[in-house]
């Protein structure tokens, strides 16, 4: 089944205690991003990327890295998680072509505490 | 950099009746618009999109218009039925060296039965 998944679907941390959420994808897309789902503020795009190892700034960079060193994985990497950073977490992938149909995650949230 | 505002935020309908919703962008370099459905404890998933070389489609119930020149997109959901209840989403897309996809705040539809 073609599908991205992302893990953990849940998680509640500490302030400053480094955490990653890994996202996959099993369809061959050299699209990649993260976008964070906030009420009343619709997704908002933390980074992507366009292939292997190529990876850039979307909307929102603060506080997340991410990297990109297979086609299939796009880790989110959170160095010293702040509550600011409390939300719900997706994951989407696309072909690169002239326009990008994104395929979601299922979402993590995330309790930054 | 563009702007995506959408409307109505909440939006009830009887089961039967036809629901739109609203979006403005401000880039005219935008050139794909995408519409997502999110149900409860889900990514968002794509319905329907449409293309700046096109000013209308139609999926069955569902349509989507395009007006370039006014930058306004709407959707269409004839026939409503309580399973169209959910969180629908805009977006606005362009290619820039990357893809840059910048979502509507979301409609939240209530198809009561």
């Known amino acids: 089944e073609a599908q991205v998944t992302q893990n953990p679907r849940y998680l509640i941390t500490v302030t400053g205690k480094k955490l990653t959420v890994t996202c996959s994808q099993n369809?061959?897309?050299?699209?990649m991003s993260w976008y964070r789902q906030d009420p009343g503020l619709g997704l908002r795009q933390i980074y992507y990327?366009?292939?292997?190892?190529?990876?850039d700034k979307g909307d929102v960079p603060e506080g997340y890295k991410v990297s990109r060193k297979e086609k299939r994985n796009f880790p989110l990497i959170l160095e010293s998680p702040s509550p600011n950073q409390t939300s719900l977490y997706f994951c989407?992938?696309?072909?690169?072509?002239?326009?990008?149909?994104?395929?979601f995650g299922p979402g993590t949230r995330l309790t930054v505490l | 950099g563009e702007n995506v505002e959408q409307h109505p935020s909440t939006l009830s309908v009887q089961e039967g009746d036809s629901a739109v919703i609203k979006c403005t962008y401000s880039?005219?370099?935008?050139?794909?618009f995408p519409w997502y459905k999110q149900e409860l404890g889900k990514g968002p998933q794509l319905i329907i999109d449409?293309?700046?070389?096109?000013g209308e489609k139609k999926d069955q119930r569902i349509a989507v218009t395009l007006n370039k020149t006014a930058k306004h997109f709407s959707l269409h959901i004839t026939e409503t039925q309580p399973e169209d209840s959910a969180v629908y989403f805009c977006?606005?897309?362009?290619?820039?060296?990357?893809?840059?996809?910048?979502f509507g705040a979301g409609t939240r539809l209530f198809v009561k039965a």
């Open positions: 989407a992938s696309s072909f690169v072509g002239h326009y990008n149909e994104q395929f």
């Open positions: 369809m061959n897309h050299e699209y």
């Open positions: 990327s366009m292939n292997v190892e190529v990876t």
């Open positions: 880039d005219s370099a935008s050139n794909y």
């Open positions: 449409i293309r700046s070389n096109v």
């Open positions: 977006a606005a897309s362009m290619r820039t060296g990357g893809f840059k996809t910048i």
